[in-house]
């Protein structure tokens, strides 16, 4: 987890910075979201690909609606999509498109083809929506990668998934860019 460079145009700068200081996002009640969040582990567990669907459609749904936002296109595709560069191997787990609203979500990991896990895969679900909640409500049209993004992202997927939220501790690159210090994180959340 990592925060994205900060852009060069000015009025992408002020968009990149309102969005890393928004650190707080509203919450949904607790149901029906939990009782939706467990309805997609079973259908992960059971590795049912319309089942997945029909339970991440629910969640988008219900959060959209809560939100009073446009509801999202959801597809859900098979193996994440990897990339190389240099000596990294990147995953796609999920995208969003700004353009057509469509959210889609990877259900198997790249190499071993396994169904991913009810984790992995709800923090994704609730990462692209947190694009599409940027785009279509909070008029952050880039939707950068902030340290406000991430920590939305986190508030509400513990919230759903009913964990308690950690509170991120951030470390500086020496780019100006943001990386998430996990020893800190744990150490202030109280898992030594
Ligand atoms: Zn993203």
Same mark, same amino acid.
């Given at each position: ?8 145009? @000015? ?10 200081? &928004? @650190? ?12 939706y ?6 259908? &992960?567990?059971?590795?049912? @690909?319309?089942? #997945? ?5 629910? &969640? ?17 595709l ?10 990294? #191997?990147f ?16 259900m ?85």
């Amino acid at each position: 987890m990592q925060t994205e460079k900060l852009p060069r145009a @000015r009025d992408q700068k002020e968009e990149y910075s309102r969005s890393d200081e &928004l @650190r707080a996002v509203e919450l949904p009640p607790e149901e029906p979201f939990r009782a939706y969040a467990l309805q997609l582990k079973d259908a &992960l567990v059971a590795e049912d @690909r319309k089942a #997945i669907l029909v339970a991440s459609r629910l &969640l988008l749904y219900a959060l959209s609606d809560f939100y009073e936002v446009k509801r999202p296109v959801v597809k859900i595709l098979s193996v994440r999509p990897q990339e190389t560069s240099g000596e990294w #191997i990147f995953q796609t787990f999920g995208d969003y498109d700004p353009g057509t609203l469509l959210i889609r979500l990877f259900m198997k990991t790249a190499v071993q083809k396994k169904t991913s896990s009810y984790g992995t895969f709800l923090s994704t679900l609730v990462h692209e929506f947190c694009h599409h909640l940027d785009v279509v409500s909070l008029e952050l049209p880039n939707t950068f990668h902030t340290r406000g993004f991430f920590e939305r992202v986190a508030i509400l997927y513990h919230h759903i998934q009913n964990t308690p939220v950690k509170e991120i501790v951030w470390q500086k690159f020496s780019d100006g860019t943001y990386g998430v210090n996990w020893a800190k994180t744990m150490e202030r959340s109280g898992n030594k």
